[in-house]
């Protein structure tokens, strides 16, 4: 098989066996925190399995209660004996079901059963099953206090069944992990994840608590994993801290297969696999029935009209087209169009353009979600590989190769860099995605050559950093590594999910501790540099400086505007004026189409400093009105043209511009009449009562009698009106982002 067929193996399922003791030894409270051992390792059980679930595990368990009321156990009808002993599932995935049965099905029993019983109830499981499947890992984990009687006898058989494992598979074998009280330093020594500085823990002055019994039990596990049984050894609490965060998915690597092509005569069979990529939740949301909890149960539909005579008229799925919005514009794309407007690629390629220094591609231009690992798909393909890595390592200056990459036929080429790596066990190049000229904002920071700091500044921020290391370079150990590091949001949803699977009403939890502690500051690192931080301060003075706040934020008074209904749009000249000052520190000499609004404000403001005449400003705006009325989507602009309506009526008596804005808004009822715009006369001008102003309000205002008639629904349709505006148009409220491009 070669290289990378054999990468597309799937991957083996795992068998876990879980032993719960629900008897009546595992009903005494701690004394550490006064919760029932069997209350602890109900917690453990559930979030191992919650664990499994959230990660989309194949694997699967069997789950054994013993010291139970009950006996139903193979062995036992089979054998005799095995008493209060129970099989619950056998061979089952991780679901929900049994979350809900160790939530409320789970009962406590009066008895106690032999734990070596158990063992040998779960190998009987585990080599039954391993017959039917070809399991990759088989583990039993015991979670008791061992505060029962047992015999001994049995170990024999026992370890015969751990070997029998072993001897017969490809496998490591069967494991046994056992979750109980802390066991006694000479117990532990046979265990493999137990090191010196926990077998120190306790001293030999400390007189144990444990009971005869317990103390045996210890003595025989210990003797079970000292034959060659792989063990491990967990206390409750210990167990809890390890199992509290929730595993991540597991995903199998898929190969992207393609030839490196670095010219005509040099073509190299290579395959890549994703190294990182960014997790997601996405993938695991689906829409359901809030009742049923069904997918079925939702059918969505999608439906468009368009309005001729004043009547809907559904329109065919066939007759929707696309449209690029091109300023006030529609550009029709059809299907044809985008079709051919595809950039065209022949297929997957991997083609090296050219090689430069590493130090040329800095790591602010990496970007993408991914980064892939390159290698050979045979050993020709490795060899070849390993001596480009080589040679680019080996170079005077550490070079990368850049290169054209197209993902599949039909996808747009990407700039990658491939950056050669070298390990003990292999050579790749691991290829990074590189941004075109579109994807680089320039940004424009200040320059610190005038700024002059203190060479003891410099020594003690040097301090500092050698304090704050992640790396301890005696243990080697690091803090916040990657592959150890748990996203806390993936975390908090799965607490969340988990909590709502068994209670489907009610808060959800707060957020616990482990979450939280998940990036917070190392308490050991911080407590180093303590004194560092102090000297710090002295070394670099701060104080506090009262700032005049100069004004809101732009992007808040833009958000105030535009979701202030026009009804309730009604400040005062004056306090409009100034809020609106606020936007935009430009010089405004024409109103524009984006802020007509705005810029009208602004013009009546400056036109007495910039010896302007208010008639000319009006003027200006009753053309930009005329503009918007005349756009072919008229009706995307309502609440723009609306606003531009109301601040030309509430500053029209101030300015002595009365008569021309009544005059102006008997042309646009005209107009409207005439180009059949029935519409925009209903949408805007009645339904926001845009009206003439009247003789109450100003001596040249119109009467009584022709505001009303002006209002009333006298504007009749000739002939048979088109109009043809999608629902997507009809929106009053823009994209944020589109909104805000308008004001740069």
Known sequence: MSFWKNKMVKKPQNLTVFCLDVGVGMQTPSSVDGKTYLEKANEILSIMIQRRIF???????????FGSDETDNDLSQQLGGYENISLIYNAKPYESTQLEFLANGLQKGAASADFLDVITVALDIVHTEKKKKNYNICRIILLTNFLGYFDDEGVDGILKGFQLSTQADESDGIELVVISEEFEPENMEAFSNVDDSVMMNKTKA????????????????????????????????????????????????AAWKCNLTISKQLTIPCIAFAKTKMATTKQSWKKCHAQTHKTTDIISECNYYTVEDGDEVSVHQSDIGKAFKYGMDLIPYSKDDEFQAKYVTEGKTLDVIAFTRSSLIPHHLFMGDQAHLVQGTDEQARGAISTLVEALLTSDEEMCAIACYV?????????????????????????????????????????FKNVETLKEQEEMIDELIDDMML?????????????????????????????????????????????????????????Q????????????????????????????????????????????????????????????????????????????????????????????????????????????????????????????CKNSQVSRVNKFLQEVKSDLKNAEKIEIW???????????????????????????????????????QQVDIVDEFMNEDDDADDLLDMLE
């Open 55 to 65: 990660a989309e595990s194949k694997d699967e368990l069997s789950l054994i209660l």
């Open 206 to 253: 400390e007189e144990s608590t444990k009971t005869e019994e317990q103390l045996k039990a210890e003595c025989c596990i210990s003797k079970i994993v000292e034959e060659g049984v792989v063990g491990a050894c967990y206390s409750f609490d210990h167990a809890l801290k390890a199992v509290c965060g929730f595993e991540k998915r597991s995903v199998n690597p």
């Open 407 to 447: 993902y599949r036929k039909g996808t747009n080429p990407k700039l990658v860099a491939m950056l050669p790596r070298s390990k003990d066990k292999y050579a790749a190049l691991v290829m990074v995605q590189l941004p075109f000229s579109e994807d680089v904002r320039p940004l424009a920071f200040p320059s």
């Open 471 to 527: 790396t301890n370079e005696e243990t080697g150990e690091e803090l916040f590594a990657p592959k150890e590091t748990i996203n806390p949001h993936f975390q908090r949803t799965f607490q969340c999910l988990s909590h709502r699977m068994l209670h489907s009403r009610g808060k959800l939890p707060n957020i616990s501790d482990h979450i939280k502690s998940i990036l917070q500051q190392n308490t050991q690192v911080m407590k």
């Open 529 to 652: 540099c303590e004194d560092k931080l102090q000297q710090l301060i002295k070394l670099f003075p701060v104080g506090s400086q009262n700032v005049e706040k100069k004004g809101e934020k732009t992007n808040d008074l833009w958000k105030n505007m535009v979701f202030k209904s026009a009804s309730e749009d009604q400040p005062s000249e004056s306090s409009e004026i100034k809020a609106n000052l606020k936007i935009d520190e430009k010089v405004i000499t024409k109103i524009g189409l984006n802020t007509p609004k705005e810029d009208f404000i602004r013009l009546i403001e400056t036109a007495v400093s910039n010896q302007t005449s208010t008639t000319y400003v009006y003027e200006e705006m009753i053309t930009c009105i005329r503009e918007l009325l005349n756009d072919v989507l008229a009706m995307k602009h309502s609440f723009k043209i609306t606003q531009c309506f109301n601040i030309i009526l509430q500053s029209a």
């Open 682 to 720: 209903k949408n805007i001008f009645q339904q926001n009562s845009i009206g003439l102003i009247s003789r109450d309000d100003d001596v040249e205002g119109a009467t009584r009698g022709e505001c009303d008639a002006f209002l009333s629904d006298d504007v009749s349709i000739t002939t048979s």
